[in-house]
């Protein structure tokens, strides 16, 4: 007869931790976070540092390999990704197979994870020379991926790489030129989305982080983990949550409702909450929301929008949340995705398309923590237990007698 009390209480080394909230799953060098003091670093540096002074590629080179690059092995880090920016030229067909109104993080999903169906000479995960390629690809392609996600959601043709343009440049020439017209970037655009992909490049064991680490951890390869990664940042409580920001100003409407959905955010009977608030390890201002807030104003300004009603609203919201003592108690402040999706929208990019430059920025952290798995030696496969609660030796009775 089993007795499950006994069972638990008999079994060693056994932690019930819903939601992982104090289970350190890992050793890690890549990101640190002081969640009380609104700290994060990367690979020792802060992210304000990193996001005034360095460009995404920095960042990238700096998450995978540990050290800023001096400008040689920038130089030579940019050409290695520009080089497998193109994608396999069937993979136009995947995207065929998509509904036009399909969610562009649905194809990004399906198509990330079938990049392993046209690399095989990049999957052997042993091979330090092929983790590397393959972690060049997914920087690499990813941009083009996403860009097309978006051109096909429009129904226009499908714009190449130009590997004479930058990173974040590439990325805003494949979504928005045509064609049929030249399309000059706006370098102070280019500069925030820039921004944008560093304050997104990682953020420690977060929770798409952690199944990219999961999926790893049985040995299967780099893409099928991305597209795992992918499938999990599409979440409203993760990465989805830029999008559900935008969605949420657009129903507030007017500065002059504020309250009434910050009221309905704190009552407890109503499952409305407050997006782009609260932060599983932040319980101070998440040090991106405050770097995004200033991009914000640079990227409004330059493109002379002096009246934005959804910059006024969240202004005001940000206003009333901070010294409302329900806030204030449970140490909600605004995250990286606040202001984000006000910037995004002011580059002209619609609001489906803000979880996939989430999921396009963190590829290259869910690369990095996933290439420091493979290399640690006490890696083993991710393998969490369970507390049961259903019946136990239960009389088994034939289906014609059921
Ligand atoms: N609005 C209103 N109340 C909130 C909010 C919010 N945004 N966030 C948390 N709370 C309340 C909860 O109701 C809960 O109250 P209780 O203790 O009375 O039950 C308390 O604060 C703690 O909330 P939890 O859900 O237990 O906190 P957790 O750490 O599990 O969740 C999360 C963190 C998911 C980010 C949460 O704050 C949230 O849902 N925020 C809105 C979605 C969002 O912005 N997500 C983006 C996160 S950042 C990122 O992924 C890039």
Redesign the pocket.
């Given at each position: 007869v089993v007795d499950v009390r006994k069972f638990y209480a008999d079994t060693d080394h056994f932690t019930y931790d819903p939601?992982f909230?104090s289970t350190g799953s890992c050793e890690s060098k890549i990101s640190f976070i002081d969640g009380d003091k609104g700290i994060l670093q990367h690979r020792g540096y802060s992210i304000e540092d990193l996001a005034e002074n360095c460009d995404f590629m920095e960042v990238a080179y700096l998450l995978l390999k540990g050290e800023l690059p001096n400008m040689e092995e920038k130089s030579k880090f940019e050409n290695d990704i520009t080089m497998h920016t193109m994608v396999h030229e069937q993979l136009h067909k995947f995207f065929d197979g998509f509904r036009r109104d399909a969610h562009p993080m649905a194809i990004m999903v399906g198509v990330v994870g079938a990049l392993s169906a046209f690399y095989h000479d990049s999957l052997d995960i042993n091979d330090p020379h092929h983790r590397m390629v393959s972690s060049y690809r997914l920087i690499a392609k990813m941009p083009t991926i996403a860009a097309w996600a978006y051109k096909y959601s429009v129904g226009q043709p499908f714009m190449y790489p130009r590997n004479d343009l930058r990173y974040a440049e590439d990325f805003l020439h494949m979504m928005f030129a045509t064609p049929c017209e030249e399309y000059k970037v706006n370098p102070v655009l280019a500069k925030a989305m820039d921004r944008i992909l560093i304050l997104h490049a990682d953020?420690e064991q977060?929770?798409s982080t952690s199944t990219v680490r999961l999926a790893g951890s049985s040995g299967a390869n780099p893409f099928a983990c991305i597209a795992a990664g992918i499938a999990c940042l599409w979440g409203?409580?993760?990465?989805g949550?830029n999008e559900?920001?935008l969605n949420m100003l657009q129903e507030i409407g007017t500065a002059d409702r504020v309250g009434e959905f910050v009221a309905k955010?704190?009552d407890?009977n109503d499952p409305f909450?407050?997006?782009?608030?609260?932060?599983?390890v932040y319980k101070n201002f998440?040090p991106r929301a405050k770097i995004m807030a200033k991009t914000c104003h640079e990227v409004l300004g330059e493109l002379g929008i002096k009246d934005e009603p959804l910059l006024d609203i969240a202004m005001q919201l940000e206003k009333i949340a901070l010294e409302d003592d329900?806030?204030i108690e449970?140490k909600?402040y605004p995250?990286?995705?606040?202001y984000s999706g006000i910037i995004l929208k002011a580059m002209g990019i619609p609001t489906s398309m803000f979880t996939v430059l989430?999921a396009l920025a963190r590829t290259t952290g869910w690369i990095a923590q996933w290439q420091e798995m493979i290399e640690d030696p006490s890696q083993r496969i991710g393998r969490p237990r369970q507390l049961y609660t259903g019946d136990v030796d239960r009389k088994f009775v034939p289906l014609h007698q059921r």
């Open positions: 939601g909230t953020h977060n929770a409203p409580a993760h990465g949550a559900a920001v955010a704190k407890k909450r407050l997006m782009g608030f609260g932060h599983r998440d329900y806030f449970k909600l995250n990286v995705d606040f989430f």
